[in-house]
């Protein structure tokens, strides 16, 4: 039984991680159209900004974590708006697809830039709160796993708050339902999109910053999370950021479990799994209840 | 044809032709760039005729390039099997996987596909390496030379002309393909397909058949690279190669046939550049740190230039009045 609880445990904190990037994906999206192929790089940025600003483990402290991470997570959203401006807001009327290539290169600039600023080693960070493991339900979680379902249970209804009782919120959600009627009103959707990449890429960075005592942080450690986002929004039906928590929140759940329970000779295989639900999910839902795909081109 | 545009023509061809040889006789590239290059021109050739004209998209192109190599290599090295049958094979599996994959995909929208391509080009990387029947992440060695009237795998610099004569071939067949009625039916089906169905032609079937095709060009290429190293990994298969290629494609420009050399030396040359340049901007660099490379081409090229070179190409001789209006998705 406490076996199950583990899992349960281990699938819930990775699905948190795997909800805030893919609530990322849901802004983006929806305010702009664009699938962010960059977003896992956001992430990776998050953790590595927040452990050279730190200090890394085995060294010495430098700033406090209540300072670093609030810092990386702002720089992060500032190098996401910079890139939407720099390399999509140009050619914001080019089709979908051109724009995912976009954020394609743009996610190996921001991938080789850090490996060039870090190198290819492995950075590890203090724990939020020092202590040891806690025991809950049967399961053995480390502070640190409370600490990231914590995050993610605050930017939910956070975001939650933004969207519903906010000027700027609602004027996000405008943009999003119909652009044209949200310029008329004075609004303007293509600051709009600048900002959505920010916020998405500060989603993505707190996440990585949380993620990094656990997993250690590394240059490339964004590309896998881009996939399981994917997956987790695409899960949840690409429209909504309820849809997006949820999704990451299954995608997490079916990981941990299958990883535990499998037996030895399929486990070479689960690295694949994230994509198969992925396509498995594209192909099984029609096209018609995907909201917000954007003009059909006929 | 009018004699400028046939003197045009064939100087295009001549310069075309000795391509490989002018870039590894001027120092540019080594032997072995060049073979990569042409390793590739075969499989961003099959992916411009998905991109550019079916007006589809594939990220899994590397997972066919792999079917080949993988499918030549096992049939080859462990079954004994000659190296054209073997390659034969893989190419007929390639089409039937591209087939299997491309009924149930292709009727999703632009980016859907993109990731839904991307996915099915991981699963292969992932099955490269898990899968007992490849030898796993070390991989499978002991793949036989093949040689073709005369020339052989063995030696650098016969394989250069084996690959660049068999790159040229795609390209040619491809470029016939696009010119011909066939080719207005696909630009047809890529542009509109509600009105492509009115005019009586069925799209899907025409992006599958272009799918199809660009697989098998793939998979052949695929195979020729295990012939020539001997030896098939999974590294050589990963998500960076499916985007690889199509940073080829887009330099090269999405609806240009002629762009497509163009584009994989381009990017090779680049690779080669950034790994002599950066280590000395900064020392510590490791890895594969060209990535930042592709990306800022990748970026640049979609801003600045959406065509490609040959876009940029066309431009200069309509500019120079060498060429008058010339139509969109022509070479």
Known sequence: MSELAQYLASGLTVGAIYALVAVGFVVVYNVTGIINFAQGEFLMLGALITIALAGQVGHPARLPLALAVPIAVLAVAAIGAGAERIALHPRRGASPVTLLIVTIGLSAVLRGGALLAFGSGTYGLRAFSPGGPLHVAGAVVSRQTLWTLAVALACVLALTLFFERTAVGKAFRACEINPLAARLAGISPSRFGTLAFALSAALAALAGAVLAPTTFAVYDMGLPFVVKGFAAWVLGGMGSALGAVLGGLVLGLVEALTTGYAPGVVRPYLEALPFVVLIAVLLVRPSGLIAGVGVRRV | ?331
Not at chain 2, 27 to 40: E, K, R, Y
Not at chain 2, 50 to 74: D, K, T
Not at chain 2, 149 to 169: K, N, R
């Open chain 2, 1 to 331: 044809m009018s004699v400028p545009r046939l003197a045009k023509g064939a100087a295009g061809g001549a310069l075309v032709l000795v391509a490989p040889w002018l870039a590894t006789g001027s120092g540019l590239l080594t032997t072995s760039d060049a073979i990569v290059a042409a390793l590739f021109v075969p499989v961003v050739c099959g992916l411009v005729l998905v991109m550019g004209y079916a007006g589809q998209i594939s990220l899994g192109q590397n997972a066919l390039y792999g079917l080949g190599a993988y499918g030549s290599a096992i049939l080859t090295a462990r079954h004994g099997w000659s190296p054209w049958t073997a390659m034969l094979a893989s190419a007929l599996a390639a089409a039937a996987v591209a087939l299997l994959v491309g009924l149930p995909t292709f009727r999703l929208r632009g980016h859907l596909l993109a990731l839904a391509t991307a996915g099915l080009g991981v699963i292969g990387y992932v099955i490269f390496k898990a899968a007992p029947i490849t030898g796993g992440v070390e991989g499978l060695g002991g793949v036989p030379p093949l040689s073709v009237l005369g020339l052989s795998s063995t030696d650098s610099g016969q394989f250069l002309a084996i690959v660049w004569a068999f790159a040229l071939l795609v390209l040619v067949l491809s470029r016939n393909l696009v010119a011909s009625r066939a080719g207005r039916a696909l630009r047809a089906a890529g542009a509109s397909e509600i009105a492509a169905r009115a005019s009586g032609i069925e799209p899907l079937r025409w992006k599958l058949l272009v799918f199809v095709l660009a697989a098998v060009f793939a998979s052949l290429s695929g195979s020729l690279y295990a012939a020539y190293v001997g030896f098939v990994s999974p590294s050589a298969f990963s998500l960076s190669v499916a985007i690889e290629v199509v940073v080829m494609a887009v330099v090269g420009g999405l609806r240009s046939v002629w762009g497509v050399p163009f584009g994989a030396f381009a990017v090779v040359a680049l690779n080669v550049a950034l790994d002599r340049f950066i280590p000395s901007l900064v020392p510590s660099a490791t890895g594969d740190f060209q990535v930042i490379g592709f990306g800022a081409v990748l970026v640049l090229f979609l801003n600045l230039a959406p065509d490609g070179a040959s876009g940029v190409a066309t431009a200069l001789l309509r500019h120079l009045h060498l060429r008058r209006g010339a139509e969109r998705g022509t070479a």
